[in-house]
């Protein structure tokens, strides 16, 4: 058994810091709102989705504790009346918190998700986008679920800032998103996201040379001539153009062209040395230096 990683999108009815109420309470947003959904994709440790679901949580008594804004985004999306009708793809619907969490833990169990063990190292982890705040809501209102994970987890948007600053060079991809406000749909794009970023960094590094990692790579005398031809022809269409800027480029080339040159020279002589050791045995064979 190996490490199980389990994307997690919760949506409430409110954020998770503290706030004060009308009334003048001061509460903290994970313990006071509901928790109105919640969608689960199981992958391995590859990043494979193995099966997803999601649980919904109604009580008419949540639209007394719901944030303003949450109430309305979640009646355009029709999310509350899919829960109050039963109708939409929720694997249960049930009308208090410790049910659902009993329900989610089961399903997790049944379809083969163990809890985190932490000697053995095996077992649920959890990934999703800002997952803290989701985590913030199950820990507060379901202890046991919050139990069953890692207490380590894959913050999806931390890869998304370092795409933007730090790991710019790196070229990773940027997900584009729906905001759709349904858990499962917002957990199916996080897992798009860390599964694009992922093929990216499993991309073969670009080597150009041929060595013992790349035998299908360029042998360096062959290279280097080559770059030279297709310097002389980039060069050639622009011969015609007798500005100070295309005249200064053409002379760039020219000069470039010569150090290949020089330097194709300089590797047929290293070859040249090589040969005097023994016989080239291929990117395979056994160094001769």
Same mark, same amino acid.
């Given at each position: 058994?190996?490490?199980?990683? *389990? ?14 109420? #009308?009334?003048? %309470? =001061? *509460? ?12 689960? *994709? ?21 639209? @007394? =504790? ?92 931390? $890869? !998304? ?46 080597? *150009? ?16 001539? &080559?770059?030279? &031809? ?10 015609? !153009? %007798? ?12 000069? $470039? ?7 194709? =020279?300089?590797?047929? !002589? ?8 023994? #016989?080239?045995?291929?990117? @395979?064979?056994?160094? =001769?230096?």
């Amino acid at each position: 058994m190996s490490l199980q990683l *389990v994307g997690v999108d919760l949506e409430t009815g409110g954020l998770n810091g503290y706030e004060t109420l #009308p009334s003048g %309470e =001061r *509460v903290h947003g994970a313990a006071y709102y509901p928790i109105l959904e919640m969608a689960f *994709v199981v992958c391995d440790e590859n990043l494979n989705k193995e099966f997803s679901f999601s649980v919904g949580i109604w009580n008419e008594s949540f639209l @007394e =504790r719901m944030d303003p804004w949450a109430l309305e985004a979640h009646t355009k999306s029709g999310l509350i009346d899919q829960l109050r009708n039963q109708s939409g793809e929720h694997l249960g619907v049930f009308s208090d918190v410790e049910d659902a969490e009993l329900f989610a833990i089961e399903t997790l169990m049944h379809f083969g998700v163990s809890i985190y063990d932490r000697k053995a190292k095996t077992g649920a982890v959890m990934f999703g986008n800002s997952i803290g705040f989701d985590v913030s809501y199950i820990d507060a209102q379901m202890p046991s679920l919050k139990g069953f994970f890692h207490y380590r987890t894959i913050d999806v948007s931390s $890869i !998304d800032l370092l795409r933007q600053t730090a790991w710019a060079g790196l070229g990773l991809p940027k997900s584009e998103k729906q905001y759709a406000h349904t858990a499962m749909s917002d957990i199916q794009e996080t897992l798009g996201e860390l599964v694009g970023y992922t093929l990216h960094l499993e991309r073969p590094a670009a080597n *150009v040379l041929m060595s013992r990692d790349n035998p299908n790579g360029w042998k360096l005398e062959e290279l280097l001539p &080559k770059v030279a &031809k297709e310097i002389a022809v980039k060069t050639e269409r622009i011969k015609g !153009d %007798e500005s100070g800027r295309s005249l200064s480029i053409q002379k760039n080339n020219t000069e $470039i062209e010569t150090f290949l040159y020089k330097a194709a =020279r300089k590797q047929f !002589d290293t070859l040249r040395l090589l040969d005097e050791v023994g #016989p080239d045995q291929g990117p @395979e064979g056994e160094a =001769r230096i």
